[in-house]
């Protein structure tokens, strides 16, 4: 079992950045996929980005290709995501999960594990 622990939201302009960072405790990161989701307000939860077991194959949504980027450092346990270029849509709580497959996944139903998400707001 592994837990998580999101950090790094908060308050931006529209065009700035953010560095989220997500901490896992209990089990090494390379035994698990990793992904990062989002829920704005009144939307279901989406997946942002995912990284697969190994760290050789990521995806990202199409609304943030370019402009984030997700990253792990196994040694440390962290996985981090990048997010440049923000834009007001980009608005919401950012979910880190795990899961136990080797291939990187967009779907819920691949993550066991949930963080309990940070905050996200760009202003326009």
């Known amino acids: 079992q592994v837990q998580l622990v999101e950090d790094g939201g908060g308050l931006v302009q529209a065009g700035g950045s953010l560095k989220l960072s997500c901490a896992a405790s209990?089990?090494?990161?390379?035994?698990?996929?990793m992904g990062w989701f989002r829920q704005a307000p009144g939307k279901e939860r989406e997946a942002v980005s995912a990284?697969?077991?190994?760290?050789?194959?990521?995806y990202y949504a199409d609304s943030v290709k370019g402009r984030f980027t997700i990253s792990e450092d196994i040694a440390k346990n962290m996985v981090y995501l990048q997010m440049n270029s923000l834009k007001p849509e980009d608005t919401a709580v950012y979910f880190c999960?795990?899961?136990?497959?080797?291939?990187?996944?967009?779907?819920?139903?691949?993550?066991?594990?949930w963080g309990r998400g940070t905050q996200v707001t760009v202003s326009s």
């Open positions: 990284i697969s077991r190994n760290g050789w194959s990521t």
């Open positions: 209990g089990r090494t990161l390379s035994s698990y996929n």
């Open positions: 999960a795990a899961g136990t497959r080797t291939f990187v996944s967009r779907f819920e139903y691949d993550y066991y594990y």
